[in-house]
């Protein structure tokens, strides 16, 4: 099985995390609406794969 904490899915999500608290615990003062683009942009990209896996998963039955 896959290393779990390897996936792009994960990585995206680390990554995503730590930006936000950077900027808020460095004071990056990076606009907080880019911020929020970046996120929703990683959210959606985390969905949209979860679908696609949970299809494969499911075909392979």
């Known amino acids: 099985m896959k290393n779990k904490f390897l996936s792009r899915k994960f990585l995206l999500a680390v990554i995503?995390?730590?930006l936000v608290v950077a900027n808020q615990g460095l004071g990056l003062n990076l606009p907080?609406?880019?911020?929020l683009t970046v996120a929703g942009v990683a959210v959606t990209y985390i969905v949209g794969e979860s679908v696609v896996d949970a299809k494969k998963k499911g075909e392979g039955k």
């Open 16 to 18: 995503t995390g730590l």
């Open 32 to 35: 907080e609406e880019s911020i």
